[in-house]
Structures are given as C-alpha cells and as structure tokens.
C-alpha cells in the first residue's frame, strides 16, 4: 500500500504508523454520561469495512501526522490530508 503524504509524496506504509479512527472525539468531561462516554472513547471503536478515515503519522518520514481515507476492504487510498486541517473541500 503506498500513502500520498501531502508533505513528501508517495510513500510506502512501512513508513507509517497508524493509530486507528480519526472520526471520534473526546467526549466533554461535563456531560452527564461523561463516564460511559470515556470508557467508550478510550475503548471502544467501529470496525467498518469499507471507507474509512484513519490516523497516520510519517514516523520514518517528515514525523507529521495526516489523515488518510482508506478502504479497509481493498486498501485503496482515497483523499490525504494534513492533520489538523478540514478535509479538502469540506468546512470544519
Ligand atoms: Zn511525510
């Protein structure tokens, strides 16, 4: 598999490291549910198959962390972008 990192272009996966979903937020420690929405936050996630926006950070690379849309049923790789920034062509 091979990521287009927005900063040094095509790369390898080996250059990688992933850290799982980048749709999930830390929930507001106000909250009612706060204590379920932590125990759920820190431990539970989807396991989608199909589109997906993932965490990656270019540790053997310019050490920045992006967000890449992948298929987890082929591993296409869709849009990249640098985390931290909206999807391109989307608001924040
Ligand atoms: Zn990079």
Known sequence: MRIPCP???LRGHEEFVVDGDATVTRPAPGRPDAPTA???FVYLRDNPA???REW???AFGCERWIVVERD???HAV???WSAGDPAPGEDR
Do not use: N, Q
């Open 56 to 58: 990656w950070f270019h």
């Open 7 to 9: 900063f040094c272009g």
């Open 78 to 80: 869709g849009r990249v």
């Open 38 to 40: 932590a125990v759920r």
């Open 72 to 74: 987890t049923v082929t």
């Open 50 to 52: 199909g589109w997906h």
